[in-house]
C-alpha cells in the first residue's frame, strides 16, 4: 500500500523568502501530481511530474521528482499573499488510483 | 472546461440514515471518484469506478457504496450515517488518458448528527 507523507504540514512563510515542501512515498510511482486547494475550495492541478529528475517550473512555483528517493519537493520562490493555500503531492499507485498526501497549509504574511 | 458538480453543498444527516451524495461530470469521462477529506489526513479514496456499472474499493469503503449508472454521473450511498461520517466529500472525474489529472468538484460538507 502506498503511503505518502508531507511535510511540514503548516508553513508559515514571510513574503519574500524561498520555502520547500517535501513529500515522501513508500512505494514505486510512475507519476506525481501537486494540486492546491485555497480554503472553501476544490482541488486545483498545478504540475504532474512523469520521471526521474522531472522539473515543472509555473511563476513562482517549481516541482520536482526524484524517483530513487521517492520525494517530491515544491519550492516556492521570493512567496507572495497570494500563494497562501493548501498544497498537496498525490503519487499515483496501482490501478490508476491516486494516494494524497495529508497537504501542507501555506500562510504567507506580509 | 471541465466541470464536476456536487448536488449539494452542505448536509445535515441524523445517525442512521441513509444518505445519497450525487455527482455529475460534463466532460464524458471514463473514471469517477469518491474522496473524504479530514483535516491532517489529506484525501482518502473510499470508491472509483472506470466505466458504466463498474466500481472499485478504494482504501476506506467501509460503510460506503457506490452507483454508477450512466457514465457522467457517480453516486455516493452511505447506508446507515454514522457520526464518524461527518466529514468534506470530493467527488472527482478524469479521462484516463496520458497524463490528465482529476478535476474535482467543489465538495459536499456533510455532517451526521
Same mark, same amino acid.
Given at each position: 500500500?502506498?503511503? $505518502? ?69 515544491? *519550492?516556492?520562490?521570493?512567496?507572495? *499573499? ?25 500562510? $504567507?504574511?506580509? | ?113
Amino acid at each position: 500500500e502506498l503511503k $505518502v507523507e508531507q511535510n511540514p504540514l503548516f508553513l508559515s512563510m514571510q513574503e519574500g523568502k524561498n520555502y520547500t515542501i517535501y513529500c515522501n512515498y513508500s512505494t514505486t510511482s510512475d507519476r506525481l501530481y501537486w494540486y492546491r486547494q485555497d480554503p472553501g475550495k476544490s482541488l486545483e492541478s498545478l504540475f504532474v511530474l512523469l520521471s526521474n529528475g522531472a522539473v515543472k517550473q509555473e511563476g513562482r512555483l517549481m516541482a520536482s521528482l526524484d524517483t530513487k528517493a521517492r520525494l517530491s519537493t515544491l *519550492h516556492i520562490t521570493a512567496a507572495v *499573499h497570494d500563494l497562501s493555500a493548501t498544497y498537496f503531492c498525490a503519487p499515483r499507485a496501482a490501478g490508476n488510483k491516486l494516494t494524497f498526501g495529508g497537504g501542507t497549509r501555506v500562510l $504567507v504574511k506580509p | 472546461d471541465v466541470k464536476v458538480t456536487q448536488s449539494s453543498r452542505y448536509l445535515v444527516k441524523r445517525t442512521g440514515e441513509k444518505v445519497f451524495l450525487e455527482c455529475v461530470q460534463d466532460m464524458d469521462h471514463e473514471n469517477m471518484f469518491w474522496y473524504r477529506q479530514d483535516p491532517g489526513l489529506g484525501l482518502r479514496l473510499i470508491y472509483f469506478s472506470y466505466d458504466v456499472k463498474m466500481k472499485e474499493k478504494g482504501d476506506i469503503p467501509e460503510g460506503y457504496s457506490v452507483s454508477r449508472e450512466k457514465k457522467e454521473r457517480f453516486s455516493l450511498i452511505l447506508e446507515s450515517a454514522s457520526t464518524n461520517q461527518t466529514s468534506m466529500y470530493l467527488c472527482a472525474s478524469s479521462s484516463g488518458i496520458g497524463v490528465s489529472p482529476l478535476h474535482f468538484g467543489n465538495g459536499t460538507r456533510l455532517t451526521v448528527t
